[in-house]
């Protein structure tokens, strides 16, 4: 927006200087149509209000004695011998930046008019400076705007990889992402997907309690015919130490149960 801004605003100001020059131009042209001296009238000192102006012949051979005060170049030439439509030009005369403006004055002869241009270059170089500090100055509180809506809507998901994080360091799916209040009701994509992972980890604590469970169940059941098999295995292995059975002294079957 402040480069949009600041052409704009460059384009008027220069279409301001451009529309004095055009007006006169043809204020030269009227009131000096049957004046052939170089300079007809103006400032051209310092080329200011009213306009410096002079008046070129399409041929050189037809200058005037006197020294021309602005630029002639062949484009000026040009125009006077209505080879080339008027043109608008920036140039330095006597160390001033000026507009100039080369038209038709009547046939094979054109009108240079010309005005500093300073004060609009001047202008352009201020709302340079002033939209560029603007501008500067918006991208900044836009930055930190930015940043403060996005670690707010974002929190949630820092609280999910903290979360998840926490889950894979201690195996504990106890954990559980913590909401604000009345975000529960809430129906955006962060809230969405906080309460989907604190379903999956109540499944996932399910899981995880029904397993112990069944291992705990399964140690108990396996605990007594273990312990029974144990004992016989050690009765079995003190067997030539017990006494024969009915105690008769002969060799006989063993008992162990």
């Keep these: 927006m402040c480069v949009a801004a600041f052409l704009v605003l460059r384009h008027k100001l220069f279409q301001q ?3 004095n020059l055009a007006q006169s131009a043809t204020l030269v042209a009227h009131q000096n149509r049957q004046d052939g001296s170089a300079v007809l009238r103006g400032e051209c000192r310092f080329l200011g209000a009213p306009a410096c102006a002079q008046v070129v012949p399409e041929r050189p051979a037809d200058d005037p004695a006197e020294p021309y005060v602005l630029p002639v ?4 030439r040009e125009v006077a011998a209505g080879d080339r439509a008027p043109y608008y030009r920036s140039v330095t005369v006597a160390g001033h930046p000026a507009r100039m403006l080369v038209t038709t004055f009547d046939r094979g002869r054109a009108v240079q008019v ?14 340079a400076w002033l939209l560029g500090g603007v501008g500067a100055a918006g991208v900044l509180v836009a930055g930190g705007l930015g940043y403060a809506v996005s670690r707010t809507g974002l929190a949630p998901v820092t609280r999910l990889t903290a979360t998840a994080e926490r889950v894979a360091a201690t195996r504990d799916p106890r954990h559980r992402i913590d909401l604000p209040p009345g975000s529960r009701h809430r129906d955006d994509e962060i809230t969405r997907l906080a309460t989907a992972f604190n379903t999956m980890l109540d499944e996932l604590d399910r899981s995880v309690t029904a397993q112990r469970r069944l291992i705990a169940d399964a140690s108990h059941e396996l605990r007594t015919p273990l312990t029974a098999l144990r004992t016989n295995a050690e009765l079995l292995a003190r067997a030539d130490r017990l006494p024969p059975a009915g105690g008769s002294g002969r060799p006989g079957r063993w008992c162990a149960s």
């Design 73 to 76: 170049s062949p484009a000026v």
């Design 114 to 127: 010309a005005l500093r241009s300073d004060v609009a270059e001047r202008g352009v170089r201020q709302a």
């Design 17 to 19: 200087v451009d529309q």
